[in-house]
């Protein structure tokens, strides 16, 4: 009877997850066929535990009409299923590797207990083709987040290892049903049109980072949506590319954006544009008006990140197309403001920081990405931080590419230039650094089971990660000694 009432009750949460994520609102039947993505499969009947299976694996996929490719992926397909939980809720992983080359998962934004966070060696061994890890952690925050690889992870997400994950919230109350998640990536091929080798281009590339020539909407080329006018729908975005920013624009059409990395946002706020660098996420409402047969195109405008990475290239890419289904337009009344209580890091007594993202040409060597700071004792020893404590950061782009500055394990909020939070309040986990710009950000050390280790802060262009834009914090607890401690292996460059 016990197990019968577990079931029962697995399904029941399942169907209400899944009724969440389908079209059960507004929309018409099968408005979302062309964005469909596959969806991670619940084997654990306690509704409070989602238990899953993981591969990654080599397998054929199209990203276009007439044209596949052998891609790498998980669970055979590009992007990853996607992962649904709901806040407090205990996610269990049993990852296998059937690649050809050792991987990890990392889940980006997460605050997982350090050994879960899918580094190799500092928080977990490689693991090795045929062999298996299990990853088994509370997921404590709302919002969409992701995953993907953390060995050579410019190549392996470069080939399709990406996911999203899902977190929700029961308690919400944004008001919209349709929903949508939203994977952007891209792809690169070559001529040939298998994988292109992942150091095309050589050191030059990797100061520049490499954008694929296949721009995806969930692992797809220009994909389509059937729309009702007049009603709203929830986008739920992730730019999972491993170089390319995405500024989003959908002719005119605003987007209300009510949350980003780290779920809800203080207040939603109207947005003409929306620019998502790699790793950050965005979610947002958009109500389409549109006729019969009527279209409107979302595009991605070029966006200038840094030296030549505009000169000579077409000013848009379009991912999707919105067409106006043939059903009566909705009238009813908009959905509630969505709001979030969420208050400031103090400053007071915070200990500050100053880091400098540079970019070294060293003799007769490749040019090569880096972090300084007066808290690195040595350019491979961790910045120090002790449990319970606040620092500031000033983080100074001396390089003149852009870089997506991406910290492991915690959240932070971002900081005007007069050290005020910028509004809407909100957490963030990855905060673009613009070209010869600096940011500033504050970020509490919260206490959680877990969370004292060598937690990783790096460029998410990943080819600048690979190039030496990588760090760590050494979180330690508040009684703790001593100075910054070097990592496991004495540096991170090939993670």
Avoid at 24 to 43: C, H, N, R, Y
Avoid at 145 to 161: D, R
Avoid at 280 to 290: I, K
Avoid at 326 to 352: I, M
Wanted: hydrophobic fraction near 40%; charge should be negative.
């Amino acid at each position: 009877m016990r197990a019968l009432l577990f079931a029962w009750l697995a399904i029941a949460g399942q169907a209400a997850l899944a009724g969440r994520a389908s079209a059960v609102g507004l929309q018409p039947d099968g408005w979302d066929a062309g964005l469909e993505l596959s969806a991670a499969t619940d084997t654990n009947p306690n509704p409070r535990v989602v238990e899953i299976n993981l591969e990654a694996r080599v397998a054929r996929v199209e990203i276009a009409p007439g044209q596949s490719v052998d891609a790498w992926t998980y669970g055979g397909r590009v992007p990853g299923p996607v992962i649904r939980v709901r806040v407090g809720d205990r996610l269990i992983v049993h990852f296998r590797n059937a690649l050809p080359s050792p991987t990890t998962v990392h889940w980006h934004g997460v605050r997982v207990p350090f050994q879960m966070d899918g580094v190799p060696g500092p928080s977990q061994p490689a693991v090795n083709p045929g062999e298996s890890f299990t990853y088994d952690f509370i997921v404590p925050d709302a919002g969409l987040y992701w995953y993907h690889p953390h060995v050579m992870s410019a190549a392996q997400s470069g080939f399709g290892l990406y996911g999203a994950l899902l977190v929700e919230d029961p308690d919400e109350n944004v008001g919209v049903d349709d929903e949508l998640v939203m994977v952007l990536s891209d792809m690169a091929l070559n001529d040939s049109g298998a994988l292109e080798a992942p150091d095309a281009g050589g050191s030059i590339a990797n100061v520049f980072g490499r954008e694929g020539s296949h721009v995806l909407l969930n692992g797809r080329q220009q994909s389509s949506l059937v729309v009702r006018s007049g009603a709203p729908q929830r986008w739920r975005i992730v730019n999972a590319a491993k170089s390319r920013y995405f500024n989003l624009d959908l002719g005119g059409l605003p987007f209300k954006q009510i949350g980003g990395d780290g779920g809800l946002q203080e207040y939603s706020v109207e947005r003409d544009t929306l620019l998502l660098a790699p790793g950050e996420r965005a979610d947002v409402v958009v109500t389409p008006r549109l006729g019969p047969g009527e279209t409107i195109t979302l595009r991605s405008i070029l966006v200038n990140r840094g030296m030549f990475t505009t000169e000579g290239r077409f000013p848009y890419d379009d991912l999707l197309t919105l067409t106006g289904a043939s059903v009566e337009p909705y009238s009813g009344p908009p959905p509630p403001d969505v709001r979030r209580a969420l208050t400031p890091l103090p400053r007071a007594g915070a200990t500050q920081v100053d880091l400098e993202l540079t970019l070294d040409q060293p003799p007769d060597a490749a040019p090569e990405y880096g972090i300084r700071g007066a808290l690195y004792s040595a350019r491979h020893k961790a910045l120090e931080a002790r449990i319970g404590e606040t620092q500031t950061w000033t983080v100074t782009n001396s390089t003149k590419w852009s870089h997506p500055f991406h910290l492991h394990g915690f959240f932070f909020q971002v900081l005007d230039e007069n050290g005020a939070p910028v509004k809407p309040l909100a957490w963030k986990d990855t905060v673009d650094i613009p070209f010869e710009r600096t940011v500033r950000l504050i970020v509490r050390f919260d206490d959680r089971e877990g969370v004292t280790g060598a937690w990783m802060l790096h460029c998410h262009i990943l080819d600048h990660a690979e190039a030496g834009l990588m760090g760590a914090v050494q979180v330690s607890p508040a009684n703790a000694k001593g100075g910054p401690a070097e990592t496991e292996d004495g540096h991170y460059g090939k993670h």
